[in-house]
């Protein structure tokens, strides 16, 4: 859509609408749908799931109305719709200033871009809780980038538009005093044309931002979840296959190297990183960063048991479960066991 939307702003500024007079009424629709996608994209990624509740019919507000303008328009007789075609390939400054029954179509820029704005503006809350907690492993600090950088494109292009609306309503001077901004708001297309490059390169380079991250309860590796044996997994994935995979990775220890990441896992195994967080979500409901620290501890109090805390220290340990710091391996051990390392180094005596 927002592909569709770069390309009328092109025919139209760059002169050729009368070329493509079939392409100038019928977008309205569509683009008063862009915020959908970015708002339940969001949501399903902070979730890790899709729902919907009653209060989000609110979004279907500027469609609907497009939808009676729209209809209103290709109802009336032929010579209404060429008046404003011709109108706008004669002026396309003024093009914004067609009016149709419930709004005019300077009116409808406005409304939809509010909108954008409203939804990026409730999402603040939940996106700085998701950035703020969870795991900290590689596959969450690019998500985490990616939500930032996205959100930040999306605002920009929120507010430029809803500036540029009011101006075409002259409620406001702003685009015409500041030069950089070309005539006729060209700076609004080139973003836009530069907004689209971004969101369509970044996710060509880090593809495992389109999948989300895991946020079940983490649950010990041992308790497997049960499926249907009907059930499929997704990517073509052999259960037995990957568990071997894993039942190799464990008997290898590379999850003790300190550097030890998902890109790393995903080179062990041979497999694509986005693969392994599907499985072991799926297969443990736990995210990568839970399984790996999840075999360390297992590790930890196999030392443990047999009395490595006799002779080192519990830095040493840290370091030989692969953590960098004592600090980080207490808590993860006191949060997956319930007892810090020397209380449960007296245990096993």
Request: hydrophobic content about 45%; proline content about 4%.
């Amino acid at each position: 859509m927002l592909s569709v939307y770069a390309l009328q702003a092109f025919i139209i500024d760059g002169g050729y609408l009368k070329h493509f007079q079939w392409f100038f009424l019928w977008p309205l629709l569509p683009y008063h749908l862009i915020f959908i996608p970015i708002y339940y994209y969001f949501k399903v990624i902070i979730t890790d799931k899709l729902s919907f509740n009653k209060m989000e019919l609110i979004l279907l507000v500027p469609f609907f109305l497009g939808v009676i303008d729209v209809g209103y328009v290709y109802l009336q007789p032929e010579n209404f719709y060429q008046n404003i075609i011709s109108g706008a390939i004669s002026n396309p400054e003024t093009r914004l200033n067609a009016e149709y029954l419930l709004l005019s179509l300077d009116q409808h820029l406005l409304m939809r871009h509010l909108w954008q704005l409203g939804v990026l503006v409730i999402i603040i809350p939940e996106i700085s809780f998701f950035i703020k907690n969870g795991d900290n492993d590689e596959l969450k600090s690019i998500l985490n980038k990616w939500l930032l950088v996205f959100w930040g494109i999306l605002m920009i292009m929120a507010v430029l538009a809803i500036i540029y609306a009011l101006e075409k309503m002259m409620l406001v001077n702003i685009f015409g005093s500041l030069i950089l901004l070309g005539e006729n708001g060209g700076i609004i297309t080139f973003f836009l044309y530069i907004a689209l490059f971004l969101i369509g390169i970044i996710p060509i380079y880090f593809p495992s931002i389109l999948y989300g991250y895991p946020q079940q309860e983490v649950k010990p590796v041992e308790e497997v979840k049960t499926r249907n044996e009907t059930e499929v997994l997704k990517f073509g994935l052999d259960e037995q296959e990957v568990n071997l995979k894993l039942e190799n990775l464990k008997n290898s220890k590379a999850y003790l190297n300190q550097n030890f990441s998902l890109t790393e896992c995903a080179r062990e195994l041979n497999m694509p990183s986005h693969h392994i967080s599907y499985f072991l979500k799926q297969q443990y409901e736990m995210s990568f960063t839970a399984y790996k620290n999840s075999l360390r501890m297992d590790h930890a109090r196999n030392l443990i048991a047999n009395g490595y805390l006799q002779n080192n220290t519990i830095e040493a340990l840290a370091q030989e479960c692969g953590f960098t710091s004592r600090t980080s391996f207490s808590k993860i051990f006191k949060s997956n066991l319930d007892v810090s390392p020397s209380e449960y180094a007296l245990v096993c005596k």
